[in-house]
């Protein structure tokens, strides 16, 4: 919650859209204010940003009834045939993971500022996405997280999967992008 | 009988748990704050919303037991075995429950084995859009309808589903679907009505803070207390089947719940998606 998603979502729009077809699925939890902001940020055309209704559960609606997710990401493949979707959690908690039969890879996002004990606590997000992000290392010094111990927490975690370290909002996220490019056949 | 038990439970990917039966559009506007309030609720949706849905369920399963083989399962399989044709007409043998063997059906005008047809689904789709006023409450029934045929191709491949189309009403599929289960179309209304009176005391639990125990309380007794209405819309979707005729399902409403439902698909900041 507020770690970064839907800001590392619009970086991503932009990084990514010359090159590839994206479409985006937020899940909001009691607004489509993150669908929203994509819009107003116009990262893509309106219509390839969609939100979903949650009903009181971003948890369920990812992994165990994926029902609206699903239904949302095949009206796009059916208007847009994209070549990579990406479908952002409502925020949730360290044990929200989405199911492998609504998304081919899933990125873990975590805020430096949420103490940097996180990632040393592991968590089938921390320690299962296919791409952990720790996200605003910048604010680093200035909450007393230490993110080079961060980093190697994660490596001992997360059984040689990579780990990026981002300042979302003031530093490029060359790294990231470069993985989601990776894992499109399309880009390859 | 395992198959009905999949159906019943909320658990089953259905996307049910993003609605809330009407009931957040009433609970925002201060209507329902207090358990007896959802009983309430109950009490005028379920005679009236939950007729109307049951009963095409209840009919939709008699069509189904009483449908051929989806082409694909007949094509893949060359001639329908016994074994696929025992599997075909489950509910035959599955309304026993209800004391109404197969020789009592067709009795009651369905066709005998010899002379089956595929059931005529667009005209019962048109039939449940005719008794569902507002487009909000028809587009929820379709959002519903299509996310349980994906649910039933998965769970019960050989279901009657062949030209239901893309986004059937979901009483439909709940009704073909309980025929694939080996249910009756009693078990179907009955299914019907749990899963209103389930979204709705779920969704209580979530937005009022309420005692989830003492919603459990109210979702048993609202199924006690209207065991009449899925009587009735069992009977009369059962009759509307073996008539083969849609204009004979049940009509009933209120305004109040039809206009926040309008108001609701209009809404900002709602957590159900209905």
């Known amino acids: 919650m507020g770690c970064g998603k839907t800001a590392?979502?619009?970086?991503?729009?932009?990084?990514?859209?010359?090159?590839?077809?994206?479409?985006?699925?937020?899940n909001d939890i009691y607004t489509t204010e993150d669908a929203d902001f994509l819009r107003r940020e116009a990262v893509l055309p309106t219509e390839r940003i969609v939100a979903v209704r949650t009903g009181c559960c971003p948890h369920t609606a990812i992994r165990d009834d994926i029902t609206a997710n699903l239904d949302a990401v095949e009206d796009l493949v059916d208007q847009f045939d994209p070549d990579v979707v990406l479908v952002e959690s409502g925020g949730d908690n360290l044990t929200a993971t989405f199911s492998y039969g609504l998304v081919d890879r899933q990125i873990f996002v975590v805020d430096t500022a949420g103490g940097d004990d996180v990632p040393r606590k592991g968590g089938p997000g921390v320690a299962g996405a296919d791409l952990l992000v720790i996200n605003k290392v910048d604010l680093g010094p200035l909450v007393g997280a230490d993110?080079?111990?961060?980093?190697?927490?994660?490596e001992r975690v997360r059984d040689g999967k990579p780990t990026a370290l981002t300042s979302v909002r003031t530093q490029?996220?060359?790294?990231?992008?470069?993985?989601?490019?990776a894992q499109v056949p399309v880009a390859a | 009988m395992s198959g009905l038990w999949l159906l019943a439970?909320?658990?089953?990917?259905?996307?049910?748990?993003a609605h809330s039966g009407g009931i957040e559009a009433a609970v925002r506007r201060g209507l329902v704050s207090a358990p007896d309030d959802v009983a309430g609720w109950l009490g005028g949706r379920v005679p009236?919303?939950?007729?109307?849905?049951a009963a095409p369920s209840a009919a939709a399963c008699a069509l189904a037991a009483a449908a051929p083989a989806p082409a694909r399962a007949l094509s893949a399989r060359g001639e329908p075995s016994d074994a696929l044709v025992d599997r075909t007409f489950p509910s035959r043998t599955g309304v026993s429950e209800r004391g109404e063997e197969s020789a009592a059906l067709a009795g009651r005008g369905f066709p005998s084995c010899g002379e089956l047809r595929s059931p005529d689904w667009a005209r019962w789709d048109a039939a449940i859009s005719a008794r569902t006023p507002v487009a909000a409450l028809r587009e929820v029934s379709r959002t519903q309808g299509r996310a349980m045929l994906r649910t039933v191709r998965s769970a019960w491949p050989d279901a009657a589903i062949d030209g239901l189309g893309a986004r059937p009403h979901q009483a439909l599929v709940l009704g073909v679907a309980t025929a694939a289960a080996n249910g009756s179309p009693h078990d179907a209304a009955a299914l019907a009505v749990h899963h209103l009176v389930g979204q709705v005391c779920s969704a209580a639990v979530r937005l009022l803070g309420l005692d989830p125990l003492a919603l459990a309380g109210v979702h048993a007794r609202a199924l006690d207390e209207h065991r009449d209405v899925i009587d009735r819309a069992a009977d009369a979707g059962t009759d509307a089947a073996a008539l083969d005729d849609p204009d004979h399902l049940p009509s009933?409403?209120?305004?109040?719940p039809e206009v926040l439902a309008v108001l609701h698909a209009r809404s900002e900041g709602a957590l159900f998606a209905s």
Do not use: F, Y
């Open chain 2, 48 to 53: 009236t919303a939950g007729l109307v849905t």
């Open chain 1, 172 to 181: 490029p996220i060359t790294e990231v992008v470069d993985w989601v490019r």
């Open chain 1, 8 to 26: 590392l979502v619009a970086a991503l729009c932009r990084a990514l859209r010359d090159e590839l077809s994206v479409a985006v699925v937020t």
């Open chain 1, 147 to 154: 993110t080079e111990r961060m980093a190697a927490d994660a």
């Open chain 2, 9 to 17: 439970d909320s658990r089953l990917p259905t996307g049910g748990h």
């Open chain 2, 252 to 256: 009933a409403t209120t305004p109040l």
